[in-house]
Nanobody, 115 residues
Framework: VQLQASGGGLVRAGGSLRLSCVAR????????MAWYRQAAGNRRELVAD???????NYAESVKGRFTISRDDAKKTMYLQMNNLKPEDTAVYYC??????????WGKGTLVTVSS
């Protein structure tokens, strides 16, 4: 199974981007899906996650600006990012928690927010 993240790019502060993550390969179910990010010189941090139930969780720094969603039929997860700030600049990684298997990680997509 491979995860492919896309949608990153360069945007001005206040702008929006929509990230996508799609799984290639056979997966029967996915417990949780999550977006992490890692800025240069920083640790990787959780941005948002969404459970199979639909319950979501967000980092305080993105609450009210980012929205995570999932489409299990398409094995796809999204992150709608609005009102972006320069401090959101990072490589964004997607992760799928699959029952009975290891966590799967995508290679990351770069988001750069200019001031």
């Amino acid at each position: 199974v491979q995860l492919q993240a896309s949608g990153g790019g360069l945007v001005r502060a206040g702008g929006s981007l929509r990230l996508s993550c799609v799984a290639r390969g056979t997966i029967f179910s996915i417990h949780a899906m999550a977006w992490y990010r890692q800025a240069a010189g920083n640790r990787r941090e959780l941005v948002a996650d969404i459970r199979e139930s639909g319950h979501t969780n967000y980092a305080e720094s993105v609450k009210g600006r980012f929205t995570i969603s999932r489409d299990d039929a398409k094995k796809t997860m999204y992150l709608q990012m609005n009102n972006l700030k320069p401090e959101d600049t990072a490589v964004y990684y997607c992760m799928y928690d699959v029952p009975g298997a290891m966590d799967y990680w995508g290679k990351g997509t770069l988001v750069t927010v200019s001031s």
